[in-house]
């Protein structure tokens, strides 16, 4: 018990440290970016007909902290942002938190979710192809692990977009009906929403699913031809039994170890579906953000939120492994 | 790698003539013999090669310059037209297509409108070896500062086409909205994207090579810590920080200088998982037998590193260049597709791609999409080939030939 306490309290520093990381790089991408808030806000009241010197300029830039050192901004940025707290994005004058608040968490709602549907399908799907000898099956998969890679998500999502064009002529796109799009929270309005994410959520986790299945199989093709295994089968154990209780076990902790990169592979794909798709979330906010405005305070925390949940997905991978399997406790703790 | 620890003491049954020839082999001749059983990759690098090939000789296979200069201003989202032999009125040994007109009249009121000429008239006439718009090879312009520093070699001038018409333009892909021809421009986009892929892995490679060889060959806390930042790069999800990066392109700039960067933005991202590559294949082969061996017999560390290590894992290296490839044609893609890539004058597939989510591209110009099937097959071979040098780079791992 102390052994796990003091791994969960090493990863929880560790995380911790990444993320500090992670917000030094991400904070010094948003001061790379020519021109400062201060002189934003002001050309933005010169074109409401204001007249303005640099010493207004000058005033605004000491009212927003920015004449401070670059050190102490990128502390207070950090603290707030620990607490969720990303002060205002200066082109649309809102604050951040409020302004992502729930699109975030639908995002990152539906990126869980096709990282979920992609494991549900890769797991069983790799096991039978690892241990069926089925040709047609094996190499069919095969290629759909190789079209997980030569066709990117957002090029499947444009190929679903033509044909559903062409033969319903309704292009599936966004995540709720007109109807519902700014409506409450009803039971109408989630089942509206349940009606539509599932596009979203199967081109979000079709790379990832892809990737999965080819992990799954290659990590159970290459414990069957173990010795315990076959140990195993000597002893009469045989059937399901034998792949779950031996090989399975042994391939699960890589697999739950991939989960924070196959988040992370979501994630990359998030921005570009959103578009195409048009939902309305952190994706195509980000992007809004990024392409069409040069929000910089609004992408960096986009950027962190989105790094924050890797994170935490790998911390809590790193637990579960843990609690499963004594040898991850010892090759930290020593 | 002339060391055979891991082999020689392998129960070989062969003829002594085949084994002879296969423990002298070199690591290149072991891995191309293994690389050639493999049908699947074999057949990517074909396709690789075939690909690459009309990438580079495109404007001698494309009819038509792929910038705005080689448009068809009469023949805008225009259908694929495809030569055929006959029609009503009667057959012809040389394949042909109709000429399609725009105009506007009273009788249409006022709309421009494509009438397709199906008359004899009408029809154009393919033809092979063509003179076209000129192109030219191996030219460059060196600015050096100072005026007797620049000078210019002219390269070659070329002007022959492989297929044309005798009158008008003919396009076999279809035309965009702006009349450029689909097929010029897709063929020089594979250029663009084998030049955006070729810098990226250089300067990743470069890259990875250097962190990962520090951290790997050092070890103790420089290792530790330089981990701590590749995985923390690792961490962050890459597109969005692309974007990020790729923000910073003031408008001001030449598709020239964007290009130079958006290449250089994918190799300082792609770094990570290389040099982790590179570490970790350095930590375990700093420790084999034959590099102690090495040190045994008085040999220097630089010595180790050349002779021993360097060569022990360029395969390695080679393969996980081959497989990063694809990721940086495709990240480079995806930026272009949302408009924070390349632009116009330069061609790429995201490029190409940028306006097709309208309901009236999908509707009625599907012709915009033929560049997807190319890059797909250009991954997909990337992928075949990527595959088949890594199960070939480790030519000792089923010596039980």
Known sequence: MLQFSKFVAIRASLAILTLILVSFIVFTLMELVPGDCAERYVAFKNSQGAVISIADIEAERIRLGLNKPYVQRWGVWIINAFQGEFGDSCILRLNISQLLGQKFWLSLGLCLTSLMVAYIIAIPVGIISATSNNRVLNNSLRLVSYLGLALPNFLLALMVMLFSTIMFGDSLTGLFSKEFRDAEWSYERVMDFLGHAWLPIFILGWSATAFAIQTVRALMSDEIGKLYVTAAAARGVSGSQLLMRYPARHALSPIINSLGFDLNRIFNELPIVALILTLTEAGSLLIEALARSNDQQLAGAIIFMLTGSIVAINFLTDIILALTDPRVRRSIVG | MNDMTDTSNNP????????????????????????????????????????????????????????????????????????????????????????????????????????????????????????????????????????????????????????????????????????????????????????????????????????????????????????????????????????????????????????????????????PTLARRIRTHLLTERSQEYVLAAQLCGASSSHVIRRHLLPSFTSYIIVDLVISFPYMVLSETALSFIGLGLKDPVNSLGVMLQNVTSADVLLNYQWYFIPVIFFITLVLAFVFVGDGLRDAADPYSDSHK
Not at chain 2, 67 to 95: E, M, V, W
Not at chain 2, 250 to 261: C, G
């Open chain 2, 12 to 271: 070989a049954s062969t003829d002594q003539k085949l084994k002879e020839a296969y423990f002298t082999a070199s690591q290149g001749q072991l891995i191309w013999q293994r690389f050639k059983k493999n049908k699947s990759a074999l057949f990517g690098a074909w396709v690789l090669i075939i690909l690459i090939l009309s990438g580079i000789f495109a404007p001698f296979l494309t009819p038509y310059d792929a910038t705005i200069s080689g448009r068809d201003k009469d023949y805008l989202n225009g259908a694929p037209q495809i030569p055929s032999f006959c029609d009503d009125n009667g057959c012809s040994l040389r394949p042909f297509i109709y000429t399609s007109e725009r105009t506007r009249s009273i009788e249409t009121s006022f709309r421009w409108v494509t009438i397709v000429n199906t008359e004899l008239e009408g029809r154009r006439y393919l033809e092979f070896f063509v003179e076209g718009s000129e192109y030219t090879y191996l030219s460059f312009d060196i600015n050096l500062p100072g005026e007797a520093l620049d000078f210019r070699i002219p390269g070659f001038t070329f002007n022959t086409h492989l297929f044309g018409v005798d009158k008008g333009m003919i396009h076999i892909f279809g035309t965009d909205s702006t009349g450029k021809d689909i097929y010029s421009r897709t063929l020089t986009a594979i250029n663009t994207s084998m030049a955006v892929g070729t810098i990226g892995v250089f300067i990743a490679f470069i890259m990875a090579l250097v962190i990962g060889g520090i951290s790997g060959y050092y070890g103790g806390f420089l290792d530790s810590s330089l981990q701590m930042i590749t995985d923390t790069v690792r961490t962050i999800p890459s597109i969005p920080l692309f974007m990020a990066l790729a923000a910073f392109i003031p408008d001001v700039w030449s598709a020239e200088t964007r290009f130079l960067f958006i290449s250089m933005v994918l190799g300082l991202i792609g770094w």
